[in-house]
């Protein structure tokens, strides 16, 4: 998850089924590892119970579907280091584990997960996840398949990342280039930026946002040959999905220095972050994009206006998905992933969390436009038309353009749902391997060291 630590409340875990109570034994027992705050809990703002969970809505459709009971056992964890920790030592057995896209990569390579039974040529899952077949999103199925996560993960949210700004004091050009943590320039009342930017506490998420910097001047040449149409979408994605992965030791050694260049500039934070952005304690985060969202709607209700901006240079396009352990319950593993791809169900899952769901269909899609879109008297200059045909495809019936007041661009619209042009020039991390990996974070070390 992009990625809140946050401990459960009591109640949500009794909400969630994560705490065993007296009763007659389940036919049925499902142990689902997750990050967070990253389910439908069934409560309102106020924690209050006004609603059955995703958790618990899904034991009575399966008792329903099958004629037996099943009971959820709901366990969280704040990193992936520490899932993958738990479940490679055998201290958590997990039916189902839901790791960011790198560590799906990890524990594939390991021999860790079990199948889902994916088949490459036809693009569709085995029997059992009709949902996933029918209402994944078009481009999210495609990115799995292409990065080979299909056999193994099944994809739940997916975002972005990027800079959340304060738009009294930082202009949207400003934070257009990732160039911006090294020279921010002053606020738009001429204070100093400085130390009011954060960026994660995290290295591969900071790491990235090095290399972009560092290879600025061919990251810009590659989109310019992709402006002029010398380089189709998949060229120009490539290129930049090459640069976004290196890291040989000349590149960590240049990032390594860049880094070091921002201390004067920047403070490190995982979590708080975003309520930093609505206190105004701080005037920009690197964020993802689901993150960003949050701050922006907290910030509202206290007439703090934030906006959120991918560099022109390019970003991290990232993902979570459900992975099955080895020795999972597979059939009832596949249940609930099934029920939380029917797109309803995604529906409370999206509203509650704030992310973006990988599942399309009509009922995103009306979710969308009951959140985003213009009024239907709303002057034509007054709004964009975004054509979001890429992500929904023939899972709904119409075209899936959506009219938004140009008011409401750069906000949570557009980082739930980024623009085509703006995934292009997206790319996925992915794992760098053991020696790899030491080495990384051997740099990381030495740039923590330096504050």
Not at 18 to 34: E, I, R
Not at 303 to 328: H, Q, R, T
Request: proline share 2%; hydrophobic share 40%; charged share 25%.
């Amino acid at each position: 998850m992009k990625k809140s630590a946050l401990v459960f409340a009591a109640s949500a875990l009794l909400a969630m089924g994560a705490l065993t109570s007296c009763g007659p034994k389940a036919d049925v027992v499902l142990t689902v590892y997750n990050w967070a705050d990253y389910i439908y809990e069934g409560l309102d703002e106020k924690d209050n119970k006004v609603d059955d969970s995703t958790v618990e809505s899904f034991e009575k459709a399966y008792f329903e579907e099958t004629g037996k009971t099943i009971k959820v056992v709901y366990k969280t964890f704040s990193t992936c280091e520490d899932m993958y920790s738990q479940i490679s030592n055998g201290l958590v057995k997990a039916d189902l584990c839901c790791p960011s896209d790198y560590m799906i990569q990890k524990m594939q390579s390991e021999g860790m997960l079990e199948s889902f039974g994916y088949n490459k040529t036809s693009k569709k899952y085995t029997e059992g996840l009709d949902n996933v077949n029918d209402n994944l999103s078009p481009y999210i199925k495609d990115l799995f398949n292409d990065n080979n996560f299909s056999d193994f993960a099944v994809p739940y949210f997916w975002g972005t990342m990027g800079y959340t700004y304060n738009t009294k004091y930082v202009t949207k050009e400003q934070v257009s280039t990732w160039d911006f943590q090294w020279n921010p320039g002053n606020a738009i009342n001429g204070a100093s930026l400085k130390k009011k930017i954060t960026l994660k506490d995290s290295v591969r998420d900071t790491y990235f946002t090095g290399v972009m910097h560092v290879y600025k001047d061919e990251l810009m040449t590659l989109k310019a040959q992709h402006d002029a149409e010398i380089l189709s979408d998949k060229e120009y994605n490539d290129a930049l999905a090459e640069i976004f992965n290196r890291h040989d030791a000349t590149t960590l050694a240049a990032v390594e220095r860049a880094l070091i260049a921002t201390k004067d500039n920047v403070t490190l934070e995982v979590d708080e972050g975003k309520n930093e952005m609505v206190l105004e304690n701080i005037l920009v985060n690197l964020a993802w994009s689901g993150d960003s969202v949050f701050s922006m709607d907290e910030a509202e209700e206290d007439d703090v206006i934030l906006a959120y901006e991918v560099p022109v240079e390019g970003s991290n396009v990232w993902f979570d998905g459900w992975c099955m352990p080895k020795g999972a319950n597979v059939e009832a593993a596949k249940a609930f992933v099934n029920f939380l791809n029917d797109p309803e169900v995604a529906v409370n899952n999206m509203d509650a969390v704030g992310y973006t769901s990988a599942v399309a269909g009509e009922a995103i899609w009306d979710y969308v436009n009951e959140c985003y879109a213009a009024e239907d008297d709303a002057e034509e200059g007054d709004v964009d038309e975004v054509d979001l045909s890429y992500f929904f495809g023939d899972t709904v019936k119409d075209e899936a353009v959506i009219s938004v007041p140009k008011a409401d661009r750069g906000r949570q619209f557009d980082a739930q749902y980024p623009s085509e042009d703006v995934i292009t020039r997206c790319a996925i991390m992915k794992d760098f391997g053991a020696e790899g990996n030491a080495a990384l974070y051997t740099m990381w070390n030495n740039f923590k060291a330096s504050f």
